[in-house]
Structure formats: structure tokens, C-alpha cells
């Protein structure tokens, strides 16, 4: 699948573990960017732990890659985090990010509308950094509800303090119509 975005052919892939080294270079260059909020924000990365994690894209993890000659965006969803796969298969939590360019574009509309493609859940969740004003509106204009703020709920390591993080949830069908609501706003042609 292919779609314009600011003159660039972005393409969207479901990434395989293959895809690894990629998504490290690009979690890699966002821990440079004041605006990220990624867990490279929070701590340095661990590049034998994604690579061990890697092998779970395709299974319990879906993982969707943006790129053009480089990876400029992601989402991925883990099923069955919190109670594992047989009790929460309906359930799957969410995280994503868009190089600085490329945000206000829509294109997290596009990899959001892709996974959703690619994923069966009834579920969707969301932990967003209480600093992040820019997340919080995004997935409040995709119907998600603001569950509740846990206070000091995560170390960062990187920055010496405790981080407040929301809870966000939604029905994943009401997703579905506001990510095809946002991309028509966007008159952002998927191929």
C-alpha cells in the first residue's frame, strides 16, 4: 500500500522481525526529538531486547512500518498484554510515532487505518505521557475515552523523574469510522 504525503511516496508495510534493524534506526533517531514520546524518551534503547521482541511481530505483536527510503512512522498493537493471549485476545494495546515531518500531515491516520486492516480486536488501549497534549488530542478526535491519570505511574531513567502517564480505551469499530472520517479530511488517497 502506497499513499502521497508532502510530495513523498510513503509506503506501508506489516513489518516481520526482517524489518528490525529499520525500526531501530528509526527509534533511534527520534531520541533526538524534544517532541518524542517513545520509550527512548525515557531510557536508552536496548537493542537485544527489540531485537528478541522483533520475533514476535506477525504473532502476538503487529507491527506497521511508514516509509520512503527510510522508516518515517509506526504503530503497533499487543495483543493480550495485560492477561495474556488466552484471556485478552480482544484486546490490543497501542503505540506509535511519525518523524517530526511528517506529523500534522495525516499520516498516522494512514498506518492507524492499516493496522486496523491487519488486526482483529474489540479493544484498543493506550498509554500516553500526560505531557503529550499532541497524542492525548489525536486518539480524543479518534473516539478513544480518557479512562483515568495515574500520578509518578513510570521511572524515566533519562530524565531522573516520575512520569504521569493517561489511560485511553476505545471500542475499536468507533476507531474505525473516525480514522476513515480523519483520512477523507486529509483527502489522503491510499494505493
Known amino acids: 500500500m502506497k499513499v502521497e504525503i508532502n510530495g513523498n511516496i510513503v509506503e506501508i508495510i506489516n513489518a516481520t522481525n526482517e524489518n528490525v534493524n529499520e525500526y531501530l534506526d528509526f527509534i533511534s533517531s527520534l531520541s533526538n526529538d524534544e517532541d518524542n514520546y517513545t520509550l527512548t524518551r525515557y531510557s536508552k534503547i536496548d537493542k537485544d531486547k527489540i531485537l528478541e521482541w522483533s520475533k514476535s511481530w506477525g504473532n ?13 512512522g509506526f504503530i503497533q498493537l499487543i495483543k493480550g498484554k495485560y492477561f495474556g493471549m488466552e484471556r485478552q485476545f480482544h484486546v490490543g494495546e497501542i503505540a506509535y510515532a511519525v518523524r517530526k515531518d511528517f506529523r500534522g500531515k495525516g499520516l498516522i491516520y494512514v498506518i492507524f487505518n492499516e493496522l486496523l486492516r491487519a488486526v482483529d480486536v474489540k479493544i484498543l488501549t493506550a498509554w500516553v505521557d500526560s505531557r503529550n497534549i499532541r497524542s ?56
Open 60 to 72: 502476538q505483536t503487529t507491527m506497521i512500518l511508514a516509509q520512503t527510503n527510510q522508516v518515517v
Open 136 to 191: 492525548q488530542r489525536l486518539l480524543q478526535n479518534l473516539g478513544f475515552n480518557r479512562d483515568c491519570e495515574v500520578d509518578s505511574f513510570m521511572w524515566s531513567v533519562k530524565e531522573k523523574k516520575f512520569i504521569d502517564l493517561i489511560f485511553y480505551r476505545s471500542r475499536t469499530e468507533k476507531v474505525v469510522n473516525e480514522v476513515k472520517r480523519q483520512l477523507e479530511k486529509f483527502s489522503l488517497t491510499i494505493h
